[in-house]
């Protein structure tokens, strides 16, 4: 079925980009373009994670000029290698001072998908980070490729029990089983576009909508139909329209209860709406 982006409920749906990357270059000279156009579309909200340490004041900066743009600081895996000798202490810092303006750390986690000689260095990243949201009772945005046995290992080793995002989920139920029990919401974005992504819409029509929030991982992984494109939030109303083609449930009902899930994983008002 075509996506359109055109709800079919009268009343405006509120959505929630969980994961949004509105401050890297692709999207960042024209971050009020791409925000009206967004909110056009129905997104009131939006989660900015950071991916390294340069990048963390200036989020700092934009959600006290944007406060419906909430914002998560950490290292990603793909910089781990590339961090500062004094990255964790800043990232310690800013948590202490600014703490109720930082909902989350993140992006944060591991990607074995790169080269072996970054492994060390993503491992004690993420431990590190890990102790710093439980230190400062955060939920955590995880970045994951091959390497979900790991991050389980490292939850349950240092008992995490703050919760969070798995970024970008595609598996199966008794994979989005195990991070669920410990807590995490699955980030569902553009890859359910795909018709190939069997497994994953299996995972999507079978778990409750408790288990899900939305995500564009703007201006990366780009929808059916628009690849090699830069992807936008505003691209989360098709991802919202393909999640309810999977779903029982009416759109108006998937939307309250993604709206809730991503409050609560984030620790957020729901009851604030632009």
């Not at 939006?46 to 419906?68: C, R």
């Not at 080793?157 to 994979?175: D, P, R, T, V």
């Not at 079978?206 to 991982?217: A, I, M």
């Not at 059916?224 to 999640?243: C, D, H, I, M, S």
Request: hydrophobic residues 40%; contains cysteine.
């Amino acid at each position: 079925m075509p996506l359109t982006g055109q709800h079919t409920d009268s009343s405006r749906l509120r959505l929630f980009d969980s994961h949004c990357h509105l401050d890297l270059p692709e999207l960042a000279p024209e971050q009020t373009i791409h925000w009206r156009d967004a909110h056009q579309a129905g997104v009131e909200k939006l989660l900015i994670p950071a991916v390294e340490q340069a990048a963390w004041l200036n989020l700092l900066h934009l959600h006290q000029q944007h406060s419906y743009w909430h914002i998560a600081l950490g290292i990603h895996p793909w910089w781990a290698t590339k961090a500062a000798p004094d990255a964790l202490n800043e990232l310690d810092a800013l948590l202490a001072k600014h703490s109720p303006q930082i909902t989350a750390v993140g992006e944060i986690g591991l990607d074995f998908a790169l080269d072996a000689d970054s492994f060390d260095a993503q491992a004690m990243l993420f431990s590190q980070q890990l102790k710093l949201a439980s230190k400062y009772h955060k939920p955590v945005i995880m970045h994951h490729r091959k390497s979900q046995p790991q991050l389980l290992a490292e939850l349950k080793q240092q008992q995490f029990a703050e919760g969070g995002i798995l970024h970008a989920f595609s598996g199966s139920q008794q994979q989005a089983k195990a991070f669920i029990d410990l807590g995490f919401k699955l980030g569902i974005g553009g890859t359910i576009t795909y018709e190939r992504a069997e497994k994953t819409h299996r995972t999507v029509q079978k778990l409750p909508l408790e288990s899900f929030v939305l995500e564009t991982d703007a201006p990366s992984m780009p929808l059916a139909g628009y690849q090699g494109q830069v992807n936008t939030p505003a691209k989360l109303a098709l991802v919202f329209e393909r999640f309810c083609q999977l779903r029982p449930e009416p759109p108006q009902q998937v939307a309250q209860q993604l709206w809730r899930n991503t409050h609560e994983v984030l620790r957020l008002d729901a009851t604030q709406a632009k």
